[in-house]
């Protein structure tokens, strides 16, 4: 810390406690002459600070040099894309762990760092001229230049969607040994990063103080880099995002945007307020002395925020219920800052505090979450509560049912069972009923038959998440040799969430999770009674709002990653192939995918699933996230329509649509 920032100017510090209820004015704040950044010494040319290599996913694309041995074919002839660079700052672990950093000391110095003023957009379109654009097949989806800079909602879920699609693809061929001793051990999010920035894939790069278009309050995010190729948060590490800004009488640094990771002791005990501890540790490891935090960089735009009074964004991490060794991220909307002061860290040395108070009006986001933690410990009792556990025991984890709309008891009567009744089996030419894998089947072993039948591909990867839809995935099931436990039994594993019924305002009862779900997971199975199509709509028949007919029609989509991104020569396609049509109605018998309402722009999508059960193979119906869904929002999935033999959809018997989503159709079924 600067002259005159020395312990005994810390407030409190001759009794060891500070008056955190008080925002003291601390003179050195306000005194000090500024310690501006060395990147604002560079010209915008591109050049790195000593010390700080380039970072790729934000640097200039560097043309990859040929391998000196040749590179085996692997599955499904992957190849290294030939515009991806190693990582200056690889980090090793855990891949579905964000890249941590503490609040702001960052280890990235980018092209596009928040010390570069407004003007450097110029730099970013040069650089973009430069690069291959993103958008050759027309199944992955196109962003102009003008969605580069200015996203919107529906731009800024195809780049998670094709984000988190490259990072699924790249998770699996490391899971199988591919990348491992094909290219290092560089993280498969960083990848993903890297190819998606070498074809522009991104969005909102123009540089902005206030909201970011197309991401919404409450939006949540399970790594860093997701942030960055959005928009609404550019550091990979750093928890301060900044920028300069010029007015009429001087250039100088204001905050952008924060992330509060916890790695500090930030007090968010207040759902709209939060105080933050700056950037910079105070301990010196090497030298094993105190040390004051120092006014620069990221500690000098929230500073220089202070007396502008702009408006900063608030992301917040948290611990995810479902993984206790993952985090996730959660958008709080806008904050501005109302003091600073000095007080003494755990190493005592100074460190600065800001408190930012939530601006009014916005929905709630990080309150939410802290209110279902209290829900969960009940220690707050839940509003409109009808049930503790809708399931009596059936599910391993309880489903509440809850009203907090009208006075309504409950849905109509019906057995719980999350199995299906009177399954019909398929005749499948297959030499054998199971897999011969001694305890697990493990990805990139080809020796197992259940691999082989999905194309010698694992189809999932860690936490059960599905790496690609399929025309069919096939699963171990109770006549494989190897354990339970197997992760290619995702679908017969039961609900891993916890979820609740919930009565809606206008379309009766639908389904939500209390618990993050990340894009990919697993959800549930569509369970109930198998049915005769000549029992459809009969007599003692069956509602359409509980059947389930694989043959209907439904809006195609694409979810998978673009194989022609990683020279991929070919890959499976989307289209489901079922070996006969299926037809479930969960009227009388079923689960709580009963009960998810439809929406034109679904958050779930259905994969069928297959797996062998007493020498015969029957066909099962698994929901997954089609993207990150935030705690609380309600699950839903495309009813679709049902089809004359011309392919032709039927107009009569539709319903009336109020999923009230940009894409509504109007009307379904």
């Not at 970072?55 to 990859?64: D, K």
């Not at 960052?106 to 430069?130: A, E, G, H, I, L």
């Not at 105080?275 to 006014?295: A, I, M, R, S």
Request: hydrophobic content about 30%; overall charge neutral; some cysteine.
């Amino acid at each position: 810390m600067e002259e005159g920032l020395c312990e005994n100017s810390v407030p409190g510090s001759g009794s060891g406690l500070v008056d955190k209820t008080r925002i003291v004015e601390v003179k050195p704040l306000r005194s000090l002459a500024p310690v501006l950044p060395k990147s604002l010494q560079l010209s915008i040319s591109g050049r790195y600070p000593s010390g700080f290599p380039p970072f790729v996913l934000f640097g200039e694309p560097v043309e990859s040099q040929p391998s000196p041995t040749p590179i085996p074919a692997p599955i499904r002839s992957y190849r290294k894309p030939p515009d991806e660079e190693e990582t200056p700052h690889e980090v090793n672990g855990d891949t579905s762990s964000p890249i941590e950093g503490v609040n702001g000391e960052s280890v990235d110095d980018s092209p596009n760092r928040p010390s570069q003023p407004m003007k450097s957009c110029k730099t970013s379109q040069k650089r973009r001229k430069k690069t291959q654009d993103f958008g050759g097949s027309s199944s992955v989806g196109v962003i102009s230049m003008a969605q580069r800079d200015d996203g919107d909602r529906e731009v800024v879920n195809l780049v998670l969607m094709n984000f988190d699609s490259l990072r699924r693809r790249f998770c699996q061929l490391e899971d199988s040994k591919e990348l491992n001793t094909l290219m290092g051990t560089k993280r498969p999010d960083l990848r993903a990063s890297n190819v998606m920035t070498s074809k522009v894939f991104r969005t909102n790069m123009g540089r902005r103080v206030g909201a970011v278009p197309g991401v919404e309050i409450g939006d949540i995010f399970f790594l860093r880099m997701e942030m960055c190729h959005v928009g609404l948060h550019a550091q990979s590490m750093s928890g301060i995002d900044y920028m300069s800004v010029r007015d009429e009488l001087q250039e100088e640094t204001v905050a952008l945007s924060i992330v509060s990771s916890g790695v500090y002791d930030d007090d968010a005990e207040e759902d709209d307020i939060l105080v933050y501890t700056g950037q910079g540790e105070n301990f010196n490891k090497k030298d094993k002395h105190v040390v004051d935090q120092k006014l620069q960089r990221g500690n000098l735009a929230l500073d220089r925020s202070t007396h502008r009074q702009n408006e900063v964004r608030v992301i917040r991490g948290l611990r995810d219920a479902v993984n206790k060794h993952a985090k996730f991220y959660v958008y709080d909307g806008l904050y501005k800052i109302q003091g600073s002061w000095i007080e003494k860290g755990k190493y005592g040395g100074g460190v600065f505090k800001y408190k930012f108070v939530r601006l009014p009006g916005q929905p709630s986001a990080f309150a939410v979450w802290k209110s279902i933690q209290k829900w969960k410990r009940g220690s707050s009792s839940r509003t409109g509560l009808i049930l503790a556990d809708l399931t009596t025991g059936v599910e391993t984890i309880p489903v509440s049912l809850v009203n907090d709309v009208d006075n309504e008891k409950g849905p109509s009567f019906f057995t719980y069972s999350n199995s299906l009744r009177d399954s019909k089996p398929f005749s499948m030419v297959q030499s054998s009923y199971g897999c011969n894998c001694n305890k697990t089947c493990v990805p990139g072993d080809l020796s197992c038959s259940c691999i082989q039948r999905n194309e010698g591909d694992f189809p999932y990867i860690a936490n059960g998440v599905l790496v690609s839809r399929r025309p069919l995935v096939h699963e171990c099931g109770p006549m494989c040799k190897c354990f339970p436990n197997c992760k290619n039994r995702v679908s017969q594993t039961g609900l891993k969430h916890q979820m609740e019924i919930f009565k809606t305002k206008d379309r009766g009862w639908g389904l939500r999770s209390l618990d993050p779900i990340r894009a990919g997971t697993f959800i549930c199975e569509y369970a109930g009674e198998v049915i005769d199509r000549a029992k459809v709509n009969k007599n003692g028949g069956y509602n359409d709002e509980y059947v389930f007919d694989t043959s209907r029609i439904y809006n195609p989509f694409k979810w998978n990653y673009e194989p022609s991104l990683l020279d991929e020569i070919s890959s499976s396609t989307e289209d489901y192939t079922i070996p006969s049509p299926l037809i479930i109605s969960s009227k009388n018998f079923g689960n709580v995918a009963r009960y998810m309402n439809h929406s034109c722009s679904p958050n779930v999508f259905w994969q069928p699933v297959l797996y062998a059960e007493n020498n015969q193979y029957f066909l099962h119906i698994a929901f997954f996230a089609l993207r990150h869904i935030r705690p609380m929002a309600e699950l839903t999935y495309d009813y679709g329509c049902s089809g004359h033999a011309d392919g032709s959809s039927a107009p009569q018997g539709r319903k009336k649509c109020l999923c009230e989503s940009a894409k509504c159709g109007g009307s379904f079924g």
